[in-house]
């Protein structure tokens, strides 16, 4: 025992200080197992220099580089990780000389990404996902045991993206472009037309969200991208598209194997009966299998034959913006004549943040007429900027960036601006100052005023606590 205790001090004393301090945070109870992260980070570090090129990175290290680039960006895993192999003084014998911390590179985080979605459709998981879910919501059909429906409201919206052609490493495809670019297509059009690439090119990148009417669960479903020749009639067929396949059941999307479900992948086919339709009310021939007129209520054939209780999703309304093209597809779907049988439920909705942002943008740059009373955000600016208590007030219930109105997109700017203590307070205030501000903004004034003012000056009468006089071309003066 001594001769053993005197040969392990002595291989104790010769060890790095850097292996003791690992080996007695590990010997002690404080936390730093095997199953830690900075303990994981250390042992595949070490490992990837040993193996190099045959060495495999965990998945849970992948993800928690994947996590610092998304939170810091690539500049942040560049700093942490180093040049690497992309040093030209790199030895393979000697890889710290080049690396800061051995951690999975970029064509490693990039290869082990999930594949990005490159073309319209409902996403699998996310919609089974969804309907588990929502085995708490209320159902359409409570009584009925056939079928359980999920009565749910789609939210439309799409952002502008930068028309471009991108390599996807996770599955090696060209994305944002509608037709697909492949060693086939190069050898048919070695020489492209430029129109004809533009034409395929992707300008907006949509999304479908799903939320429940008693708006306990949301999530997102499915991904509609725009071209620049899109119209109304595309975005019609594409909800249709995308409500037909929402609608299918549980147990028919569970069987489905691919990412991104299409039309022509669905499976789940129901009964249709337009005798049912004409009367309004369960024909003869289909009072003993459905209590319900409409397709969508009604169970699917699959689940029929096996005897399974049916779980699907009802889509009973769909908002969007009142652009152009969604207006049309909106009136399209308020039109019975044009509307597909498993779209007879869906109400189109005008979505109400995009109207207040409308309105919110036209109050920054307009004058609006509100109930007698002339509107704009300029107002409120300029009665900040007094040096009195009241303005000192009111600048504590309203912030300058709201009123500013720099971030067109930013609907918590329109919460803050019209919060009910900034209207208690000015109507409060029997001793309001005068303001002077700008009848129309500079830029403005050429290009969107033709035939606005018929005179140079002129009264606008309003209710007798506020009114405003036009004093000049671009001054404005109110008495409040």
Not at 141 to 150: A, G, K, L, R
Not at 204 to 232: V, Y
Request: net charge negative.
């Amino acid at each position: 025992m001594v001769i053993f205790f005197n040969y392990r001090l002595l291989f104790w004393e010769e060890l790095d200080p850097l292996t003791c301090a690992v080996q007695l945070a590990i010997d002690a109870d404080n936390g730093f197992t095997s199953d830690h992260i900075f303990y994981r980070l250390l042992f595949y570090g070490l490992q990837s220099l040993e193996k190099s090129n045959q060495f495999e990175w965990p998945e849970d290290i992948i993800q928690f580089s994947s996590s610092l680039e998304a939170h810091g960006g690539q500049k942040v895993c560049n700093l942490i990780r180093g040049p690497g192999k992309l040093d030209p003084s790199y030895e393979e014998s000697q890889p710290l000389k080049s690396l800061n911390l051995p951690m999975p590179s970029k064509t490693t985080r990039q290869r082990r990404k999930t594949p990005s979605v490159k073309d319209n459709g409902v996403i699998t998981q996310h919609l089974i996902s969804f309907i588990e879910l929502c085995q708490a919501t209320p159902c359409l059909t409570p009584t009925s045991t056939q079928c359980e429906i999920i009565p749910v409201v789609l939210a439309r919206d799409a952002m502008a993206i930068k028309p471009a052609g991108d390599f996807d490493p996770a599955s090696n495809t060209i994305i944002g472009l509608s037709t697909s670019i492949d060693l086939q297509y190069v050898k048919n059009n070695p020489y492209p037309d430029p129109d004809s690439i533009r034409s395929m090119l992707y300008t907006e990148a949509g999304a479908i969200i799903a939320t429940t009417l008693d708006n306990q669960a949301t999530l997102h479903l499915a991904h509609d991208f725009l071209l620049h020749k899109t119209t109304g009639d595309n975005v019609f067929d594409t909800l249709s598209k995308t409500v037909k396949i929402i609608q299918s059941c549980w147990e028919c999307i569970s069987r489905t194997r691919i990412i991104s479900v299409t039309e022509d992948d669905i499976t789940c086919r129901t009964a249709e009966c337009q005798i049912c339709i004409d009367l309004d009310d369960v024909c003869d021939s289909c009072s003993d299998t459905y209590t319900s007129v409409h397709a969508q209520l009604r169970p699917c054939l699959q689940c029929l034959a096996t005897g399974t209780r049916c779980k699907k999703i009802a889509v009973v309304g769909i908002a969007m913006d009142c652009e152009a093209n969604n207006a049309y597809a909106m009136r399209k779907l308020s039109n019975p004549d044009s509307t597909p049988l498993h779209m007879t439920l869906v109400s189109s909705l005008p979505d109400v943040v995009h109207a207040g942002k409308k309105l919110y943008r036209a109050s920054s740059n307009w004058w609006l007429l509100i109930d007698g009373y002339r509107v704009n955000n300029s107002i409120i600016r300029s009665l900040r900027q007094f040096e009195t208590s009241f303005n000192d007030d009111l600048r504590q219930v309203v912030g300058d960036k709201c009123l500013r109105n720099r971030d067109r997109m930013d609907y918590g700017s329109i919460l803050q601006a019209t919060d009910p203590a900034v209207n208690s307070l000015i109507s409060s205030s029997p001793h309001a100052p005068s303001v002077t501000v700008t009848l129309l903004p500079d830029p403005f004034w050429r290009a969107k005023t033709k035939d606005v003012l018929q005179s140079i000056t002129d009264i606008c009468p309003g209710k007798p606590t506020f009114s405003l006089v036009y004093v000049c071309r671009f001054e404005i003066i109110s008495y409040m």
